[in-house]
């Protein structure tokens, strides 16, 4: 089984700061990593993901998240955050092993509120 | 390119009565998943499809709720005699590999 923690429920940050959104997770098996954003009242929309290859992963929108496999953390950082990045964000990760579930856990959410 | 589509996006219904979401994935997405988010929290999985085929279903899903795809394209998601506890964002994911890719959502409330 997977679990997700993201272990700030909110960031504040001020326009053009940088900003980090830190998750770890934990896995009996390999896993798939994704960051997902989610404006007020929409669905998800997928960021950037994670499955094998270089650690350093390049998403929409400037974001950019490292994979960390003895730390167990998937991060997600933006040099230069816009007020239009103010949402929730999402770390998920999907076990893989033959005949294993395709589902993708959750963590709880980060809400960056970006101010001028 | 036509995303993820869900309906109706929002339905207000009295405890008891049924109610029926409709899921149409991205064309030629073999997979389809459905979701369910409540206020504060991450999504969590309900059930998924390969094709027509109903491969996995939470403990969630309790026998209240049914999913179907029965010609492998769009999808639904009945809950029967509904509770306050099934107030929720209802969210459907499509797939062809690895990624998932999620529509607007269904938000219930149950009254």
């Known amino acids: 089984a997977q679990s997700v923690t993201q272990l700030d429920s909110q960031v504040p940050v001020f326009e053009e700061a940088p900003v980090e959104l830190r998750c770890n997770y934990s896995?009996?098996?390999?896993?798939?990593l994704f960051w997902y954003v989610q404006y007020p009242n929409q669905g998800l929309q997928l960021l950037l993901k994670y499955l094998s290859g270089s650690t350093l992963v390049k998403g929409i929108n400037g974001f950019e998240a490292e994979f960390n496999k003895s730390q167990t953390s998937f991060h997600l950082r933006k040099p230069s955050v816009h007020i239009s990045d103010t949402a929730e964000y999402f770390c998920?990760?999907?076990?893989?092993?033959?005949?294993?579930?395709?589902?993708?856990?959750f963590g709880k959410g980060t809400k960056l509120t970006v101010n001028p | 390119d036509t995303g993820v589509s869900q309906n109706p996006r929002h339905k207000i219904t009295k405890r008891g009565q049924n109610v029926t979401f409709r899921c149409d994935p991205i064309?030629?997405?073999?997979?389809l998943y459905w979701y369910r988010q409540t206020l504060g929290q991450g999504p969590e999985f309900l059930t998924y499809?390969?094709?027509?085929?109903?491969?996995?279903k939470s403990r969630l899903l309790s026998d209240r709720f049914s999913a179907e795809r029965p010609k492998g394209s769009f999808s639904t998601l009945e809950i029967q005699r509904t509770e306050q506890g099934d107030s929720a964002m209802y969210l459907c994911a499509s797939s062809l590999g690895v990624g998932q890719y999620f529509g607007p959502g269904t938000r219930l409330t149950v009254t």
């Open positions: 064309s030629e997405h073999n997979r």
């Open positions: 896995s009996s098996v390999s896993v798939y």
């Open positions: 499809f390969q094709n027509e085929a109903q491969l996995e």
């Open positions: 998920a990760v999907r076990g893989f092993s033959s005949g294993g579930s395709e589902k993708l856990v």
